[in-house]
């Protein structure tokens, strides 16, 4: 006797379903029954409708045709679902008349199924049927980076379906991964770590468990979903989130922290704080980070440290949290801490005038960049190997730097960057007398001044610098300090700028 309807699917599908796994494998009723080791009269109640089968029939019947469930569940019951709603004509008795049907059931996978079935179908074979048992464990991990390896190389509307829809995708771990993923692209791309921290909201929402683990798990993903907003430059949002993130896992305290790490919230909360130029709270956070973080975090907590003393001009200080960071670093290898310690050395060094020994560094700076393959990380490599050239008395090369450099954020439309770098360049010229060059510049600024990137006070000391250049009276020292200025107030709207310029100079 079959169990109770178990509340998973339409009993309406299932019956058309069942018909559906038969005809897969060419078997009239009796040879499906035997070849699923059932009785005939059981696979002739599924069919007609009399007996709905539960998940677990299913999933032998599907096996039996060479089928994973996650594949039934993802791709054939919405498939089946559609059809009917097209009110499409499937027989009741038997699948003799298959081809109008047989067209209708292609025309429903050509729509939101299709991806997923494109991305099933090309490893069936080397698949078993995957099912999350028992409590959240640290194995959990493995079958998260097998499950992320087939959906990285999906669009981002494929992910979203199979994470909707496959049970497989919808697990702690996955959302774990999913976050971390995105805080890799965060590097590189602000888009697509918004893409991937809002999947990990997503199956953090849709995975198994206790109130108190789930809370603790949206909260998890949430943090992550903030730090994207930052780096997408929302930061008002990213503020709103970050309180809601904390919200939810500390609502499931009683959970524990287990398997995932709150010294990665704290870290990620620096990063914010830091941004919004709260600097001692951004220091408060990393040193909580690395009380509770184990010893193989503590120098990806040390760079974001000297991350946030760079930020606040503090070189010297930058300079000795690196120090501290390095052999902690260099003992994980990671390409991505690596570029980070050596690329803030070598920015702080230069803020030094300590140019020969910054200098000494960027073979290694750059050749890290290239391997990590991250646009941006390559730019500000350039950029960085400009400002070397400029402060070791090479204005040539220092100046074609700059305008590679210049050319990317303009096309790029990374407005605050391409700012500085201009200034940098246009410094260069008027210590060598190219006033009218500076002039010219000025007047490729004019679309910064629309970008929503850079606020009120620092519009205005760019003001002062372009009407300055374009009356052929702009400095050398007004590009240094309105270059410097910007700098320091990338996320500060309060700072004010004093020009010293006299009215109307």
Request: charged letters at 30%; a negative charge.
């Amino acid at each position: 006797m079959e169990e109770e309807m178990e509340e998973w699917a339409k009993a309406e599908d299932l019956k058309l379903l069942v018909l559906l796994l038969r005809e897969l494998g060419g078997w009239d009723q009796a040879g499906f029954a035997a070849a699923a080791g059932m009785s005939t009269s059981s696979i002739c109640h599924y069919e007609t409708g009399k007996t709905v089968p539960p998940r677990r029939t299913v999933k032998r019947l599907a096996a039996t045709v060479g089928l994973p469930m996650s594949f039934v569940e993802a791709s054939l019951l919405p498939a089946l679902k559609a059809a009917r709603a097209m009110a499409v004509p499937f027989p009741e008795g038997d699948f003799a008349e298959l081809e109008k049907p047989g067209a209708e059931l292609v025309r429903a996978l050509a729509g939101t199924a299709r991806p997923a079935l494109a991305a099933f179908l090309s490893t069936l074979e080397e698949r078993e049927p995957w099912e999350r048992l028992g409590p959240p464990v640290e194995e959990d991990r493995q079958q998260a980076l097998d499950a992320w390896s087939r959906l990285e190389p999906c669009t981002s509307e494929e992910r979203r379906y199979l994470v909707e829809t496959c049970r497989e995708y919808q697990t702690w771990a996955l959302a774990e991964r999913l976050c971390h993923a995105s805080a890799e692209a965060a590097s590189d791309r602000a888009d697509r770590a918004l893409e991937l921290a809002e999947l990990a909201c997503r199956a953090a929402e849709l995975a198994p468990g206790g109130e108190a683990w789930r809370s603790r798990l949206q909260g998890y993903a949430l943090a992550y979903l903030a730090n994207a907003r930052r780096v997408a430059g929302n930061l008002p949002e990213a503020d709103e989130t970050f309180a809601r993130a904390w919200e939810l896992w500390k609502a499931g305290a009683e959970a524990g922290p287990g398997l995932l790490a709150e010294w990665r919230l704290l870290g990620l909360e620096a990063s914010l704080h830091r941004d919004r130029r709260r600097f001692r709270q951004a220091l408060d956070r990393l040193d909580q980070a690395r009380a509770m973080a184990l010893p193989e975090a503590a120098g990806r907590i040390l760079v974001k440290k000297a991350a946030t003393l760079d930020q606040m001009g503090e070189a010297a200080l930058a300079i000795e949290a690196v120090h501290e960071a390095a052999p902690f670093v260099e003992g994980t290898g990671e390409p991505r801490l690596l570029f980070g310690l050596r690329f803030i050395l070598a920015a702080n060094l230069c803020h030094l005038g300590r140019y020969a020994e910054a200098e000494s560094l960027l073979p290694e700076v750059r050749a890290l960049a290239v391997a990590l393959r991250k646009e941006l990380d390559l730019v500000r490599v350039v950029w960085l190997d400009g400002k070397l050239a400029a402060g070791l008395g090479r204005p040539a090369e220092a100046a074609a730097s700059f305008e590679q450099v210049r050319r990317e954020f303009t096309a790029q439309e990374i407005a605050w960057d391409a700012a500085l770098v201009t200034l940098d360049l246009a410094e260069l010229y008027l210590k060598s007398g190219r006033n009218r060059e500076v002039r010219d510049l000025a007047e490729e600024m004019i679309w910064i001044f629309s970008s929503q990137e850079i606020h009120r006070e620092a519009l205005a000391a760019l003001r002062i610098f372009c009407e300055a250049a374009r009356n052929e009276a702009a400095t050398a020292a007004l590009a240094r300090k309105v270059g410097q200025y910007l700098y320091r107030a990338q996320h500060d709207p309060e700072l004010r700028f004093e020009s010293g310029m006299p009215p109307g100079g």
